[in-house]
């Protein structure tokens, strides 16, 4: 996938917030953790590759791709969710898009209207392969 094969943690941290009066018109990079309480209207994507994580609380709204390893959405998105190692939808999430994820974690209450995407990575690591019985 885009992020390496190594499995990695969620930051416990914030490092930086988009406050609740803020409007962003442009793409976001970052490192570590980021919080969204505001709207962005542009993609929110992690720097070089690190393992980091994007809070959406219920307030937050985002028009534009997210990409990251970790992600708990709680508020409106309308793009695609590429979720490297995790996925949370909590309960007042409402995302227009696909999202794609390697873990997920779904609440009663989120709306989903897209499509759910395993990502191939894990796929792979998780598939049994088929030995048919009778060989010709």
């Not at 941290?13 to 542009?42: E, K, M």
Request: net charge neutral; with cysteine; charged share 25%.
């Amino acid at each position: 996938m885009f992020f390496g094969k190594s499995s990695s943690k969620p930051q416990s941290r914030i490092d930086c917030l988009i406050g609740t009066d803020t409007d962003i018109a442009g793409n976001v990079t970052f490192s570590g953790g980021l919080r969204v309480d505001g709207h962005v209207r542009g993609d929110i994507v992690q720097a070089g590759g690190k393992p980091s994580t994007v809070v959406l609380s219920e307030k937050a709204r985002v028009e534009g791709e997210i990409r990251v390893s970790h992600v708990v959405i709680n508020g409106t998105v309308k793009g695609p969710i590429l979720g490297a190692e995790y996925v949370e939808l909590q309960p007042k999430a409402v995302v227009h898009g696909d999202v794609e994820y390697r873990k997920i974690e779904i609440h009663l209450g989120a709306v989903l209207a897209g499509r759910l995407l395993h990502s191939a990575e894990a796929r792979a690591e998780n598939v049994v392969p088929f030995k048919p019985a009778v060989s010709e």
